[in-house]
């Protein structure tokens, strides 16, 4: 169905080297496959070439082949290729083409001349599968980051491809829409279609997956059937947890000391005539590490916007030591890291970035946080030039780097592998320690339990719970929805 032969690649202008070395691989069909390893370590590069983006899109100095049904991908024009395959981005709002949702899921369909008796038949079945009917005729750009990753989805999934290549298809996913993915991709393969997933997530895979490809510096380094990776050591090769049921929530050393609270009055916002947050009095613990929890659509990502500033027709009060921050106040206080975060990214390197965010420039305490973030060998790279879990680490040292007392991250864990999240932890902690209330908006259940005192639970832009960190709670929101 598909293979790779003796694949090498670098990205044009990369002086790092190789990106992809010496790749053999060859997929058959109905094989359910897992692209895993650390972040920048080549599986996103893998599915470009899978899906014609490489060499169609991205240039470079290519080596070695790539075959769908013994056709030579780089020979075959895009259009041909999309017949045979879908994709899904890393980043999905990269691959929307219409405003409106309902438009969005048919737009393949149409482009391939179907009857519209057909694509009405498509239309309805996707969104059977998906239970997205809440999420038809809706604007894409005021959905969440987890509507969206899901409406991409289904857009692919209604051509009916035979192969479908999936880059992080999870990262902005809630949990109980991760294992309704499972459901999907278990469906795709009693189908008989040939699935590639490139994922750090990967406790909603292990009834799915037939074969996993383990990458290491743009080379194949290990590859297991699914019964020999269920009983390797995962977190020995820098996985992300396999079974969410081992995890439990660490207290870290400042857990419940604070005594003092932010507070919110009347906080409220609307998207016309649509309630999106709705908070009439709530009391928040400073210096705590607070996470923001929620289904996809719950208010999580309106609810940071409001809370920094971003806002302006935001009501309502945030009150801190006993003053009330207007808009203004709020945008000097608080710092926050995108979900999108090439949203923020504006200079020529990945040093100038975070040397952006400070009031005076220090470049030993800016090379400082690149070290602690592992990013110091990619300090002259060009921001946008990185992977998605690079990025996302970039922005994060711009927000240590601020200096700001309030600092919100929106999904800051969604593109990373274990090792990186553990530094993005570390550095909470460490934030923790010098008075800073971190606000962190998350579906990644392994953040919280490493790092996280506090959460707050919203639903419909309201807060339902509010407590200190709780296994039980937890757990119930996480493992039994």
């Known amino acids: 169905m598909l293979k790779m032969e003796d694949v090498s690649f670098a990205y044009e202008n990369n002086d790092s080297g190789r990106n992809l070395t010496d790749i053999n691989l060859s997929v058959d069909k109905g094989e359910v496959i897992l692209l895993c390893g650390e972040s920048g370590c080549g599986k996103t590069t893998i599915t470009r070439f899978l899906n014609g983006l490489i060499p169609n899109f991205f240039n470079g100095n290519r080596e070695g082949n790539v075959y769908l049904k013994n056709e030579s991908i780089s ?42 008796d057909e694509i009405k038949k498509r239309l309805d ?48 996913l809630d949990s109980q829409s991760s294992w309704d993915f499972e459901e999907i991709i278990k469906k795709w393969k009693q189908q008989g ?157 990945v040093l100038d970035e975070v040397l952006l965010s400070m009031d005076e ?26 992977s998605g879990g690079e990025k996302q680490r970039v922005a994060i040292a711009s927000a240590i780097a601020s200096k700001k007392e309030i600092l919100i991250f929106d999904e800051p864990t969604s593109g990373l592998d274990l090792k990186n999240m553990m530094r993005v932890s570390e550095n909470l902690k460490y934030l923790q320690n010098l008075g800073i209330t971190s606000f962190i908006i998350t579906h990644d259940f392994e953040l919280i339990c490493e790092s996280c005192s506090h959460i707050i639970h919203l639903d419909d832009g309201k807060i339902i719970d509010n407590y200190n960190v709780d296994d039980k709670k937890l757990r119930d929101f996480f493992l039994n929805q």
């Open 75 to 116: 020979e075959m024009p895009i259009y041909e290729i999309s017949r045979h395959m879908g994709s899904v981005f890393q980043n999905p709002k990269t691959q929307f083409f219409n405003v409106d949702t309902t438009s969005e899921l048919v737009f393949g369909c149409e482009n391939l001349s179907m009857s519209v």
């Open 193 to 349: 279609k040939t699935v590639i997933i490139a994922e750090h997530k990967l406790f909603f895979l292990s009834d799915v997956v037939d074969r996993v490809i383990f990458l290491e510096n743009g080379k194949i380094a290990r590859e297991w059937s699914i019964e020999e990776f269920k009983n390797i050591d995962h977190r020995s090769f820098g996985l992300r947890q396999f079974d969410l049921d081992n995890l439990t929530c660490k207290r870290n050393e400042y857990y419940s000391q604070n005594r003092e609270f932010l507070q919110l009055r009347n906080f409220k916002f609307r998207y016309g005539d649509t309630q999106v947050l709705d908070i009439d009095d709530v009391k928040i613990p400073k210096n705590e590490i607070i996470a923001v929890i929620g289904k996809n659509g719950a208010g999580k990502s309106t609810f940071a916007n409001c809370l920094c500033g971003l806002k302006k027709s935001c009501k309502g009060e945030l009150i801190c030591d006993g003053a009330v921050l207007n808009r203004k106040d709020r945008l000097k206080k608080t710092y926050m890291v995108m979900q999108d975060v090439n949203h923020q990214l504006f200079t020529e390197s």
């Open 361 to 386: 420039e220090d470049v030993n305490l800016a090379e400082d946080i690149l070290e602690n973030l592992n990013l110091i060998h990619l300090k002259d790279a060009h921001p946008m030039a990185l």
């Open 125 to 172: 079945s996707v969104v059977k599968d998906f239970n997205i009917t809440h999420l038809l005729d809706k604007n894409i750009f005021k959905l969440s980051g987890g509507e969206k990753q899901k409406i991409a989805c289904a857009s692919v999934s209604a051509v009916f491809p035979d192969i479908l290549v999936l880059d992080e298809p999870s990262s902005n």
